[in-house]
C-alpha cells in the first residue's frame, strides 16, 4: 500500500509568490493535518481536516489555507511568502474510527525555500 | 498550553549501548503520546504510539513507557546500532477530536550512535 504522498518534494519560490502544496492520504484514511517545521524545531500545526471539513487551525496567519476534496486529498496554499515561511512542510493522514485514533503517519514532506 | 521537552538536544553513544531518551509534557491530560525517527532532511516515522491507558509499548529493540501522572515518557532503545542515528521526536494528542486531536511535538533528540 502507498504511504501519504506530498508533491512536490522540493520547491523554490520569491517572496510574494503563492504556493500550493499537495497530499494523498494513506487509502482509508479521512483525516489529513498538515505541520510546518523548521529547521532545529518540532513540526508546528497549522491544519486538521476531517471529512473535507476543517476541525482544526494552529496559530498561523490568514496567508495559510487549506481545504480537502472528496477523495480525502488535501491542499496546502500559501499566499505572499515572506522568508520565514521556509521549512519543510509536512502532512499527516491518520484513521479515525469511534473517536478513537490510531495514530499519525507522515509524509515524506515538501521542502520550500522563499528567497 | 502544552509544552513538551526533550533533553539532551544531541546524544553520541558508542554502538551497542543501550539507552534512554526521555521527553517531558506539562500537562498530564493527554490522550495519547507518539514516537517518531527523523532522518535528516525526511519526513517522520512512527515507532510506537502508547494510549493514555497504557504504560509501555514495545516493537523489537524499541520499547516506550509512558507516565502520565508525571508528565513523563521515555524511549528505550537496547544494543544501539549505526542505523540508529537519527533525530527522535516524541508528540503527545490531547483529545481524539477537534483542535485537541493536533500533535504537540517536542524538537527532538539528536542520536549519534558510533562505530
Known amino acids: 500500500d502507498a504511504g501519504v504522498t506530498q508533491s512536490p518534494t522540493h520547491l523554490i519560490k520569491t517572496r510574494g509568490q503563492h504556493v500550493t502544496l499537495r497530499c494523498s492520504p494513506i487509502s482509508g484514511h479521512k483525516s489529513v493535518s498538515w505541520y510546518q517545521q523548521v529547521l532545529g524545531q518540532g513540526p508546528q500545526f497549522i491544519f486538521q481536516?476531517?471529512?473535507?471539513?476543517?476541525?482544526g487551525r494552529g496559530n498561523f496567519p490568514d496567508r495559510f489555507s487549506a481545504r480537502q476534496f472528496p477523495n480525502y486529498s488535501s491542499e496546502l496554499n500559501v499566499n505572499a511568502l515572506l522568508l520565514g515561511d521556509s521549512a519543510l512542510y509536512l502532512c499527516?493522514?491518520?484513521?479515525?474510527?469511534?473517536?478513537?485514533?490510531?495514530?499519525?503517519?507522515f509524509g515524506s514532506g515538501t521542502r520550500l525555500t522563499v528567497v | 498550553k502544552q509544552e513538551v521537552t526533550q533533553i539532551p538536544a544531541a546524544l553520541s553513544v558508542p554502538e551497542g549501548e543501550n539507552l534512554v531518551l526521555n521527553c517531558s509534557f506539562t500537562d498530564s491530560a493527554i490522550y495519547n503520546l507518539q514516537w517518531f525517527r527523523q532522518d535528516p532532511g525526511k519526513g517522520l516515522t512512527s515507532l510506537l504510539l502508547i494510549q493514555s491507558s497504557q504504560r509501555e509499548q514495545t516493537s523489537g529493540r524499541l520499547n516506550a513507557s509512558l507516565d502520565k501522572s508525571s508528565g513523563r515518557s521515555t524511549l528505550y532503545i537496547a544494543a544501539s546500532q549505526p542505523g540508529d542515528s537519527a533525530t527522535y521526536l516524541c508528540a503527545v494528542r490531547k483529545g481524539s477530536t477537534g483542535a485537541n486531536s493536533k500533535l504537540t511535538f517536542g524538537k527532538g533528540i539528536t542520536l549519534s550512535v558510533r562505530p
Open positions: 481536516y476531517y471529512e473535507k471539513e476543517e476541525r
Open positions: 499527516a493522514s491518520s484513521f479515525e474510527w469511534g473517536g478513537a485514533n490510531y495514530g499519525y503517519t
